[in-house]
């Protein structure tokens, strides 16, 4: 029988190497911020330049163009990151990282439909038969989605002081139920609705009146966060093309152009500006980049 000996030295020192090589072989453990920085996860503090993160959630307000109103009643989100430009003071807004989205497209539901119960007058047969079909099997609720389709642009101390261009987001409104299908939308990337955001009052053309919005409640975390609470971000100067791609499902998409037309007189598209508001009320958070890599674990 043989007799166990004490392991060679030499054995150890290999397995030793071996298990290093594995522990560097392997992924580095991802780190995140924590504490009151812990909402900063996906700003891109690694894209170079980038000296703040941003953070917002808007959770009540109105989305309104000409004759369709939609309550915001789901909470919507704005990450990213920001170049502030020491010398001149110009910042340059930075999208999300890690994959995510850099305004969340969060589907807010449309009071009472698109379209309501009665198909227009000016649809054939056809279109009328699938539209009765539709309403049968309920499927009128619609919802509709605000998604980025273009570069936010930002200003601080507008935000502070109650300045004109505070925030700027350039999106296309998704309009979606069975009816209208997956590609129907007011704006696009060539033609975005484009709503400048302010603390301050507007000064709208008619028939729309001056609203204001409020810079809220602001309060300081860590020296290097600072948290507006009750923050109010309106508009009500922007304008809004026509709808485009509605019903695109439908019989190889042959009614496309009647079913946008039918958009169009419901919801009041194209609308000029002065017919259109946007009232997004929640929180922002604004903090140093250098505080949010400091707090990852």
Not at 88 to 114: D, F, H, M, R
Not at 127 to 150: D, P, Y
Not at 237 to 262: R, V, Y
Request: proline residues 7%; charged residues 20%; aromatic residues 6%.
């Amino acid at each position: 029988m043989t007799r166990m000996g004490k392991p060679h030295l030499g054995l150890l020192a290999v397995a030793a190497a071996a298990l290093m090589a594995l522990a560097f072989a392997g992924p580095a453990l991802a780190t995140k911020p924590t504490g009151d920085f812990v909402n900063f996860g996906n700003c891109p503090t690694k894209t170079a330049g980038v000296n703040f993160c941003v953070f917002g959630q808007t959770n009540s307000g109105e989305f309104k163009i000409k004759k369709t109103e939609v309550p915001i009643t789901k909470t919507i989100t704005i990450q990213g990151g920001i170049i502030e430009n020491e010398e001149t003071g110009a910042e340059t807004w930075v999208n999300a990282a890690n994959g995510a989205e850099t305004l969340s497209k969060t589907p807010q539901n449309v009071p009472g439909g698109i379209l309501k119960l009665v198909a227009p007058s000016f649809f054939p047969e056809p279109l009328k038969k699938i539209w009765e079909e539709l309403i049968a099997k309920s499927a009128l609720g619609a919802s509709a989605t605000a998604e980025l389709e273009g570069k936010i642009t930002i200003n601080r101390t507008s935000l502070l002081t109650g300045g004109p261009d505070a925030l700027s987001l350039p999106v296309r409104v998704h309009l979606e139920n069975e009816f209208l299908g997956p590609k129907c939308y007011v704006g696009s990337s060539s033609k975005p609705v484009v709503i400048e955001l302010t603390t301050g009052e507007t000064k709208p053309p008619l028939p729309n009146k001056a609203i204001k919005g409020s810079l809220g409640e602001p309060e300081f975390k860590d020296e290097a966060i600072l948290v507006l609470k009750k923050n109010e971000l309106v508009n009500n100067s922007f304008s809004a093309p026509g709808a485009e791609g509605c019903g695109s499902q439908i019989l190889f998409g042959i009614f496309t152009g009647l079913i946008d037309e039918a958009v169009n007189a419901e919801v009041g598209t194209p609308s000029a500006a002065g017919n259109n508001t946007a009232i997004f009320k929640g929180t922002l958070e604004n903090a140093s980049a250098a505080g949010v890599i400091a707090s990852e674990k």
